[in-house]
């Protein structure tokens, strides 16, 4: 086996080194940090707080949210990232999806019970090759998720709530003449959650996903030599505080904080703690308007920020509404880095949805007594005409 060793691109790229001749060479699948897509364009809107807005797409965040109408119920979206950076030599395209997640729900005695799908990222990256410098590889990644989700009532006013599932990362590198890899790996996922109604208006919630890892093994066209390419990639754990505020009728705040621990992924990667609020008016029975903010810290080793400013975290403003008619609702999210966190790296986000609920029907009030059906009283019910009693 040759001594060269693939393009390295520290951090949140690819990192790969020679290793002993049965292995080949070793890639680390760079699942960017803010490559991700949002998992519902309301939890978007209301700053991203994916884990504190009930609904039916919690199944990929926080399953003890799970929610909606008694019976079937189902949920389809699609998003949109603008181009971005993530290190000082990767540079990532677009990224569109659609559709991003289709969720579909049941509902019954306080249960609920949710199997969804989602592309959680699909991200292009361009970048150059150290060996080569004329040359300008591309890496297409996707992150495929598939999730089941039962939240039950634990008695009182407490939920549990388990999420299982199975991820999938993708990967086509190929350079400006011919395709280097191809492959696929899988991971399994689980995710758990609880929540408690700590008063009328207010819940309370914690929610701790697993870290997923894959690994696995491909064929790799490099320089005109067949060589083994060893794959390895996480999503990292996180675990974190989520709550709901009736704040008046009509009117709800929901709140996150959730540590990542993106430390676990590649060396030199450091743990983030990120903070989400959102708020949500009823401005009509068929519209609510929603805004709130969130943090993205980037868990690339400070050195690196230190020597590339425009690589600090950010700080995204969110907004949006949604409209319901009968069984129908569609809501449209957008969220945009750019007037809080300066000229560097910022990104803008859309998102929208389409929703069914199943309804059923309200009982019809019992019919009011006709006079014909009030009792009459017997006699000696009546009044005395001497007492009057």
Same mark, same amino acid.
């Given at each position: 086996?040759g001594?060269r060793?693939l393009?390295?691109l520290?951090?949140?790229?690819?990192?790969?080194a020679?290793?002993?001749a049965r292995?080949?060479y070793?890639l680390?699948?760079?699942?960017?940090?803010? &490559?991700?897509?949002p *998992?519902?364009a @309301?939890s978007? !809107?209301? %700053?991203?707080t994916r884990?504190?807005?009930?609904? +039916?797409a919690?199944?990929?965040?926080?399953p003890?949210?799970l929610?909606?109408?008694?019976g079937a119920?189902?949920e389809?979206?699609g998003?949109?990232?603008?181009?971005?950076?993530?290190h000082?030599?990767l540079?990532t395209r677009?990224s569109q999806l659609?559709?991003?997640?289709a969720?579909?729900?049941?509902g019954?005695g306080?249960?609920?019970?949710?199997?969804?799908?989602?592309?959680?990222?699909?991200a292009?990256?361009?970048f150059?090759d150290?060996?080569?410098?004329?040359?300008?590889d591309?890496?297409?990644?996707?992150l495929?998720?598939?999730r089941?989700?039962w939240?039950?009532?634990a008695g009182?006013?407490?939920?549990?709530?388990?999420?299982?599932?199975?991820d999938?990362?993708?990967?086509?590198?190929?350079?400006?003449s011919h395709r280097? &890899?191809r492959?696929a *790996?899988?991971? @399994?996922?689980? !995710?758990? %959650?609880?929540?408690a109604?700590?008063?009328?208006d +207010?819940?309370?919630g914690l929610?701790y996903?697993?870290?997923t890892?894959f690994?696995?093994?491909?064929?790799?066209?490099?320089?005109?030599t067949?060589?083994t390419?060893?794959?390895?990639s996480?999503?990292?754990?996180t675990?974190g505080?989520a709550?709901?505020w009736?704040?008046?009728t009509?009117?709800?705040?929901?709140?996150?904080v959730d540590f990542?621990?993106?430390?676990?992924?590649v060396?030199?990667y450091?743990?983030t703690l990120?903070w989400?609020l959102?708020?949500?008016l009823?401005?009509a029975?068929w519209?609510?308007?929603?805004?709130g903010?969130?943090?993205?810290a980037?868990?690339?080793d400070?050195?690196?920020?230190?020597r590339h400013?425009?690589?600090?975290?950010?700080y995204?403003?969110t907004?949006g509404?949604g409209v319901?008619?009968?069984r129908?609702?569609?809501?449209l999210g957008?969220a945009?880095?750019h007037?809080?966190?300066?000229?560097?790296?910022?990104?803008?986000?859309?998102?929208?949805?389409?929703g069914y609920?199943h309804r059923?029907?309200?009982?019809?009030p019992?019919?009011?007594p006709?006079?014909?059906d009030r009792?009459?009283?017997?006699p000696?019910d009546q009044?005395?005409?001497?007492?009057?009693q």
């Amino acid at each position: 086996m040759g001594t060269r060793s693939l393009p390295v691109l520290a951090a949140v790229a690819l990192a790969a080194a020679p290793a002993p001749a049965r292995a080949g060479y070793r890639l680390d699948l760079p699942l960017q940090y803010n &490559a991700f897509h949002p *998992v519902s364009a @309301r939890s978007l !809107a209301c %700053g991203d707080t994916r884990a504190a807005i009930e609904g +039916l797409a919690a199944v990929f965040a926080n399953p003890a949210a799970l929610a909606g109408a008694e019976g079937a119920s189902g949920e389809i979206g699609g998003s949109a990232l603008s181009a971005f950076r993530s290190h000082e030599i990767l540079d990532t395209r677009p990224s569109q999806l659609l559709p991003a997640t289709a969720v579909a729900g049941w509902g019954a005695g306080g249960q609920y019970l949710a199997f969804g799908a989602r592309r959680a990222q699909r991200a292009t990256l361009d970048f150059n090759d150290p060996l080569r410098p004329q040359v300008r590889d591309r890496l297409v990644l996707a992150l495929d998720q598939l999730r089941g989700g039962w939240r039950i009532a634990a008695g009182g006013r407490a939920r549990l709530a388990l999420a299982l599932g199975f991820d999938r990362v993708t990967m086509d590198w190929s350079d400006q003449s011919h395709r280097l &890899a191809r492959a696929a *790996v899988n991971g @399994r996922a689980v !995710a758990l %959650g609880c929540e408690a109604d700590i008063r009328q208006d +207010l819940t309370l919630g914690l929610f701790y996903r697993t870290r997923t890892t894959f690994e696995g093994s491909t064929g790799f066209d490099y320089l005109d030599t067949l060589r083994t390419l060893e794959l390895y990639s996480i999503v990292p754990s996180t675990a974190g505080l989520a709550g709901r505020w009736q704040i008046d009728t009509g009117l709800r705040a929901a709140g996150q904080v959730d540590f990542t621990s993106w430390q676990s992924v590649v060396v030199g990667y450091v743990g983030t703690l990120d903070w989400h609020l959102g708020l949500e008016l009823d401005v009509a029975p068929w519209l609510t308007l929603r805004a709130g903010g969130h943090s993205l810290a980037t868990p690339i080793d400070p050195a690196d920020r230190d020597r590339h400013p425009e690589l600090h975290g950010l700080y995204f403003l969110t907004a949006g509404a949604g409209v319901r008619w009968r069984r129908l609702a569609a809501d449209l999210g957008a969220a945009t880095s750019h007037p809080l966190s300066g000229s560097g790296n910022n990104q803008n986000i859309v998102a929208f949805s389409l929703g069914y609920a199943h309804r059923p029907p309200v009982a019809a009030p019992p019919p009011a007594p006709q006079p014909e059906d009030r009792p009459v009283p017997e006699p000696h019910d009546q009044p005395s005409e001497e007492t009057g009693q």
